[in-house]
């Protein structure tokens, strides 16, 4: 049985990795795996660490592409690729314009659609735009949905989806257990972390690029009042992002601002820093399982479970909001325990293997 799985971004192919091993792994199933090439270099370094080749790359990367763009030499490129493979079953991830891309490509060919990480929610179409609204027409579009957590799917059987609901925990749990063992490094240079508590911190999300100047103010803050702390703050490739940062930070002795990490790299900061400045989706997942407290630089998020759980906290982007959230994690011990201890409700490390026997299951197998 052939099965396509699609990718497009480095949080696909870090959430993908292990169902692409697991169905591997199955010699029932004659696994392809398609890249759109939204994000290739990033991508490629994620390929890498987990030894996965690509059957196909559609090369889509443009210089600022829009989202129709993406979307149009997706689908264009999809639709080749299905009609040459004829796979029985598409998988895709998360909310990225690639995953909707393959959504509607398999529909348009009424080839069953599988949804890695279905029912995220915020209930505002547009925070976090475009991810809100991607995840909501996916899953109408899917016949299979794997949902990560038990809110995932209230979500989905409140949305009268079309197709079967699972609950197999978030892979990203999988690939990050995977990685961690291996104790990977994470040199930047000047950096020390033995002298500092270095905070991790990622930013890219547009519906924080009018933020930029307020969340820099707010590392600021912090590291002002703790001078026992340090910012290590990799940017975003996107000039719109990248510049407004570098123009307020480059110059304080305690700010490291360096290149994208690999997912290995990342790994390794997220063991050895103290606590997480983030607006990333993923690292709200992936933070609470090394035992580390995640401050989401956002209004909303589509993980309510970490907040629910008492292993992230939602902070926005006022300067004073933020430092005073992190002035509580980084002054009060017992505060930062709290957080660093809490459960994390996002898995086990085996979705990959529950999706493939799902699979299995749904086709008879």
Excluded at 128 to 137: I, K, Q
Excluded at 236 to 250: D, G, M
Aim: aromatic letters at 6%.
């Amino acid at each position: 049985m052939r099965i396509c799985i699609v990718l497009g971004t480095r949080p696909e192919a870090v959430k993908l990795a292990p169902v692409i091993e697991r169905f591997q792994q199955h010699s029932e199933f004659d696994t392809r795996v398609i890249l759109t090439g939204q994000h290739i270099e990033m991508v490629e370094q994620v390929m890498k660490l987990f030894a996965i080749g690509a059957d196909r790359n559609l090369e889509i990367m443009q210089h600022q592409q829009t989202l129709t763009d993406i979307t149009c030499r997706s689908l264009q490129g999809l639709e080749k690729v299905f009609q040459e493979l004829k796979p029985q079953l598409i998988i895709g991830q998360g909310d990225t314009t690639t995953a909707l891309a393959a959504a509607l490509a398999a529909f348009y060919q009424k080839i069953p659609f599988g949804h890695v990480e279905a029912g995220l929610r915020t209930n505002d179409l547009f925070d976090p735009y475009p991810e809100e609204a991607n995840r909501r027409l996916i899953s109408q579009l899917s016949q299979l949905n794997f949902a990560p957590t038990s809110l995932a799917v209230k979500h989905l059987e409140r949305s009268s989806v079309p197709g079967e609901i699972h609950q197999t925990g978030n892979t990203v749990i999988d690939a990050l257990l995977e990685v961690a063992q291996r104790q990977p490094e994470c040199a930047v240079k000047g950096l020390d972390w033995s002298q500092y508590r270095v905070m991790l911190s990622t930013v890219h999300r547009r519906e924080n690029w009018e933020n930029l100047q307020d969340i820099a103010q707010g590392f600021r803050l912090i590291l002002d009042k703790f001078p026992d702390t340090a910012l290590l703050l990799p940017l975003h490739r996107n000039p719109t992002v990248r510049k407004p940062l570098q123009e307020a930070l480059e110059n304080h002795s305690r700010v490291f601002l360096t290149e994208p990490l690999d997912y290995a790299e990342l790994v390794g900061a997220i063991q050895r820093c103290y606590l997480l400045l983030t607006d990333s989706g993923g690292l709200q997942e992936e933070a609470p399982s090394l035992g580390k407290p995640v401050l989401v630089l956002r209004q909303t998020t589509e993980r309510p479970e970490a907040v629910d759980a008492g292993t992230a906290k939602l902070v926005g982007t006022n300067p004073h909001q933020m430092a005073m959230a992190a002035s509580e994690l980084l002054g009060d011990r017992s505060a930062y325990e709290r957080m660093a201890n809490a459960v994390n409700p996002f898995g086990d490390g085996r979705a990959a293997e529950r999706i493939v026997q799902i699979v299995k299951h749904y086709f008879g197998m």
